[in-house]
C-alpha cells in the first residue's frame, strides 16, 4: 500500500510542479500592454496641464476643473467665440 501512496504523492508534486511552470509564463506574457500612457492636456482656460482622466471634458474642450469649465461656458471672462 505504501507504493500506491508514494505514487499519489508524486503525482500531485509533479502535478503542482507543472502548475508553477505554466502560470509565470502566461502572467509574463502580457504585463506592459495593458496600460496605455496617458495623453496630458492642457486647459483651455487657464493652460493647466493635467492627465487627461482626470480632466473635464466640454465640446472637444478640456478643463482643469469643473470651475473653469463653467467659466469658459458661460463666457465669464473667457474668450467665447
Ligand atoms: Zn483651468
Known amino acids: 500500500m505504501g507504493k500506491l501512496i508514494l505514487l499519489g504523492v508524486l503525482a500531485i508534486v ?3 510542479l507543472w502548475r508553477k511552470l505554466q502560470a509565470p509564463e502566461r502572467t509574463a506574457a502580457q504585463p506592459p500592454a495593458s496600460r496605455p500612457v496617458e495623453s496630458m492636456v492642457s486647459c ?3 493652460g ?3 492627465p487627461r482622466s482626470e480632466c473635464v471634458e466640454s465640446a472637444g474642450r ?3 476643473c ?3 469649465r463653467r467659466d469658459a461656458e458661460s463666457g ?3 474668450e467665447g467665440r
Do not use: I, K, S, T
Open 62 to 64: 478640456f478643463y482643469c
Open 14 to 16: 509533479v502535478w503542482w
Open 76 to 78: 465669464d471672462g473667457g
Open 66 to 68: 469643473e470651475q473653469h
Open 48 to 50: 493647466l496641464n493635467q
Open 44 to 46: 483651455a482656460r487657464c
